[in-house]
């Protein structure tokens, strides 16, 4: 299953479906850049990619601009309902925010505000051109995909439950199937409405109208002024060398740090020794991603909530004192944690003739979100906030206008101060997991890009809503390599050859020669573009 890896010279495109890589595709052709494809692309997606992100979702871009040399990002993910605190769920009778319905839709969504900042900011071709192609998939329609059905399937009773989605999904009363036309006509004018009106539309117009009203209606939080006062943010990335290389990641609430934390753990072994197929790396890429959810799941969370001290966590001196804790141990002893959960998620990366190069990935969070659409808008928003605690003493504590710990990481490599390499992942748990795989197998293992997104990959601990301390690892390593994982401690659970449950990764490297190479997962619906 390892796919054809193109090689461009001048532009390269690379998506989780591969009608908004094409999408991509035509709007560099006609003049735009990274950041109006991007754009274009994360609408795009919006659409064709519905279970997974949308109008009702989170972004971050990671950007380089290659005018001034600056690595930049922004955070558009969304913050509490002002109504929104521990009291009113308790109030309920609730112990935990619930993960499904209009009392999981708590957060305003920032997906919408961050393509129009970028644009504003770094924008050449018209608003108008750049969601274009989603309206068009929304309303003439497009072919159901393996992976969108795949989730229609697996949430069918909770398409059922909505009069919303049920209108979208079903054709008289039975799913839709593979390659069947999905339209989507509320979307595409909630889509038209974004085109003309810009983010104004979504954050104090007709369309911010529209689901207030519906969200009122259920009994939700989400008011006018909670749309009204939102923004995004413009953020420094952060970073910390490997090898010779720059690593950046999105800052806190994203849980980016805790690859960086990772590598530099690992820094202290020369990793290319250790055979990528052995028991041996994935025990040390377990016991190093253990270290750092250990730290993310203690600290992680708004920043402007609570101080996360990441100049210690990712300090060179501190990564060693992991890794002697880690080397303490007798080999094979593998301790045990309770790491965080995570869902759905879409990543794309787009380099341009220019060298601007843009990192992005958005999401919903669970599969199809919360669940819940307001009225005549086609909007699934996410549930995110279903994810903050109603515990005082938990840093991710909810509280009102407050962003949760986030799961979303874009990530870039650099090599004398140029990108060098664009990668992510969907998988919310797995994210700097896959990530791990995917820079150490570039990296230390001198793998193409294609390569090391199509290595087996592994899971730990919980992920796609399941509990759990398991280890999951794909079925292509020989049995000898589970048997081993099993005696030192792991809770091994082999699952299929090329699993879902692993995400979709998608990456673009530019060698010493000046050639792109771009790569999609071939777990999913991917594909990647270059010339």
Request: glycine share 10%; aromatic share 10%; with cysteine.
């Amino acid at each position: 299953m390892l796919n054809i890896m193109p090689r461009g010279e001048r532009a390269m495109v690379a998506t989780p479906h591969y009608l908004a890589s094409a999408v991509g595709s035509a709007i560099l052709q006609q003049g735009g850049n990274a950041y109006d494809a991007a754009i274009a692309i994360s609408a795009t997606l919006g659409v064709v990619y519905p279970h997974m992100t949308g109008l009702g979702g989170d972004a971050f871009f990671l950007m380089y601009d290659a005018s001034s040399g600056a690595y930049t990002g922004f955070n558009g993910s969304g913050k509490s309902a002002g109504g929104a605190t521990p009291d009113f769920y308790k109030s309920q009778g609730l112990d935990l925010i619930p993960q499904r319905g209009v009392l999981s839709a708590i957060t305003v969504p920032g997906m919408v505000d961050a393509w129009w900042q970028v644009w504003e900011r770094h924008g050449k071709l018209p608003w108008a051109a750049l969601l274009e192609w989603a309206i068009a998939y929304a309303e003439k329609g497009f072919p159901i995909s393996r992976n969108l059905l795949f989730w229609m399937r697996k949430d069918e009773a909770l398409i059922r439950a909505s009069a919303q989605l049920s209108r979208m999904y079903l054709r008289d009363g039975e799913l839709l199937g593979e390659g069947d036309r999905l339209i989507q006509p509320d979307l595409g004018q909630s889509l038209r409405l974004i085109q003309q009106g810009g983010r104004d539309a979504f954050y104090t117009g007709a369309l911010m109208q529209k689901i207030v009203d519906s969200v009122k209606e259920d009994g939700g939080l989400l008011v006018e002024d909670d749309f009204r006062s939102y923004t995004g943010e413009w953020v420094e990335p952060i970073s910390t060398t490997y090898r010779g290389y720059e690593l950046y990641q999105m800052p806190p609430n994203s849980q980016g740090f805790t690859a960086l934390m990772m590598m530099n753990m690992l820094e202290h072994i020369d990793l290319g020794t250790v055979p990528r197929a052995s028991a041996n790396y994935y025990h040390l890429m377990v016991e190093v991603i253990k270290k750092a959810f250990k730290d993310r799941d203690h600290y992680l969370t708004d920043p402007h909530f609570r101080h996360i001290p990441l100049d210690t966590l990712l300090s060179k001196s501190y990564a060693q004192e992991l890794w002697r804790e880690i080397q303490a141990k007798p080999f094979g002893v593998s301790e045990h944690i309770s790491p965080a959960i995570g869902q759905d998620t879409a990543y794309a990366a787009v380099v341009d003739e220019a060298g601007n190069a843009v990192s992005f990935i958005q999401s919903l969070y669970f599969d199809f979100g919360a669940g819940y659409v307001p009225i005549d808008t086609g909007v699934i928003m996410q549930n995110r906030g279903s994810y903050f605690s109603l515990d005082a003493s938990c840093a991710n504590v909810l509280e009102p206008r407050k962003r949760s710990f986030h799961t979303l990481m874009p990530a870039m490599v650099s090599r004398s101060g140029k990108p060098y390499m664009l990668y992510g992942t969907q998988g919310g748990e797995g994210q700097p997991q896959t990530q791990l795989s995917i820079l150490t197998g570039v990296l230390d293992y001198g793998l193409s890009i294609q390569e090391a997104i199509s290595l087996p990959r592994w899971v730990y601990g919980r992920t796609w809503g399941e509990e759990g301390d398991a280890l999951k690892i794909e079925h292509r390593l020989e049995a000898d390599v589970y048997a081993r994982l099993r005696k030192w401690g792991h809770q091994v659970e082999i699952v299929k050859p090329w699993d879902g449950a692993m995400g979709q990764a998608q990456g673009i490297v530019m060698d010493k020669q000046g050639f792109l190479s771009g790569a999609a997962d071939p777990r999913g619906d991917g594909l990647a573009i270059g010339w």
